[in-house]
């Protein structure tokens, strides 16, 4: 089965630290307890969200049968009952990893670029978990590796170095100021604002892996954000930050098919032994995202992945 439950992510370490895989920080008791409440709290308004995904997602799958693809819709797929109505509890206190790099992000609801790989439509909600209510016009900001583990701007990069290695043969530490980029490429890369639902669409490729990391994407949302002059974002410090998984089964069987297969240089991590993972695992939620195949069949054909968001704006 591919129906995992609702991501539901969160992690610790300061915004300004660049955490290297492998690095973790424990959550209390109290925050655990503290973030399951969230989590649960705003059950009913996540449910009507989902029954607005609901009607969507048959948009969706009429449109993707009038698109000119190969996918053809045969069944209904299951989708209401497997989309859990709790909630992904971001914090503002969480590592964005070494690969962010807010100059290549760009504003667009496409991200796969001429990317090779399963087609992966992102369909994420976000909550005020103050309030319980979708948040509206809020910029969603998401990145990942491609099909073979390597991110865009960062090409140069082997995904298959240990990160303590890479930066010893890059004669680099680890601090606020480390900067890895090797270039400005943009793909996987991408941003787009929530409508008056609280809800936007990405489209991009299902990620590999790379080196001592599980397959993952990462999400920032941006509660206070605007357009700069020269196509930037500007955005204030009101940040959260997380990292979405895939059931172990589905990554399996992604990973067996091509361009994936090919990368044979490392074995692939799985969530069981991934740090951060463990750490979003620990504080009672399931990281993992809610994936319905496109055409309610086949997820190898494309696939919608369904998440919610709770951010205390
Ligand atoms: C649909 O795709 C096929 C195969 O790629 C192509 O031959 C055909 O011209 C396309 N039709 C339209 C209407 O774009
Ligand atoms: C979510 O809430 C709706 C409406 O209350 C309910 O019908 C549905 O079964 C719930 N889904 C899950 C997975 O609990
Ligand atoms: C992923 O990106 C790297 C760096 O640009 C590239 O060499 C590799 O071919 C890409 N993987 C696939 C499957 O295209
Ligand atoms: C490594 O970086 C440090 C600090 O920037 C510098 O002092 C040192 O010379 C560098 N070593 C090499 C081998 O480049
Ligand atoms: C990206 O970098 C290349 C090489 O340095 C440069 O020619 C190009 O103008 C840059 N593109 C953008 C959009 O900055
Ligand atoms: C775009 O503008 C912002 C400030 O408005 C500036 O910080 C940033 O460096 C600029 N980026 C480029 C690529 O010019
Ligand atoms: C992958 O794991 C298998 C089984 O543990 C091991 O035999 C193999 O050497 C590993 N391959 C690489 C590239 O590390």
């Not at 914090?91 to 807010?102: D, H, L, N, R, S």
């Not at 990145?143 to 298959?160: Q, R």
Request: charged share 20%; hydrophobic share 40%.
């Amino acid at each position: 089965m591919y129906f995992s439950s609702l991501l539901i992510s969160a992690l610790l370490a300061p915004l300004s630290v660049v955490a290297h895989p492998g690095h973790h920080e424990a959550l209390s008791y109290k925050e655990i307890t503290r973030r399951a409440g969230l989590s649960k709290r705003c059950e009913g308004a996540a449910a009507s969200m989902n029954a607005k995904r609901w009607l969507r997602h048959q948009e969706r799958r009429s449109l993707a049968a009038r698109a000119n693809t190969t996918v053809v819709i045969t069944t209904e797929a299951p989708y209401y009952d497997v989309i859990q109505n709790d909630t992904c509890v971001l914090t503002p206190e969480v590592t964005t990893g070494p690969y962010i790099w807010p100059q290549s992000q760009t504003l667009r609801q496409d991200m796969a670029e001429d990317q090779p790989g399963v087609p992966l439509y992102l369909d994420i909600g976000v909550l005020d978990t103050n309030t319980c209510e979708p948040l509206e016009g809020v910029l969603v900001d998401l990145w990942h590796c491609n099909a073979t583990g390597s991110y865009s701007s960062f090409e140069a990069l082997d995904p298959n170095t240990p990160f303590a290695e890479l930066l010893e043969s890059l004669n680099k530490t680890i601090g606020p100021d480390l900067d890895l980029h090797t270039g400005n490429s943009t793909f996987l890369r991408g941003m787009w604002p929530t409508d008056a639902n609280g809800m936007m669409e990405m489209k991009t490729i299902f990620p590999g892996f790379y080196v001592q990391r599980a397959i993952h994407i990462h999400a920032q949302v941006h509660t206070n954000w605007v357009v700069g002059i020269n196509g930037t974002i500007v955005s204030d410090e009101t940040i959260s930050t997380g990292q979405i998984f895939f059931a172990e089964d589905l990554s399996e069987q992604i990973m067996a098919l091509e361009p994936y297969a090919s990368h044979t240089q490392i074995n692939r991590t799985t969530n069981a032994v991934d740090s951060i993972y463990s750490s979003e695992d620990t504080a009672g939620f399931d990281p993992v995202m809610a994936i319905v195949p496109l055409d309610g069949e086949d997820v190898t054909k494309g696939m919608v992945g369904y998440l919610t968001l709770g951010v205390a704006a």
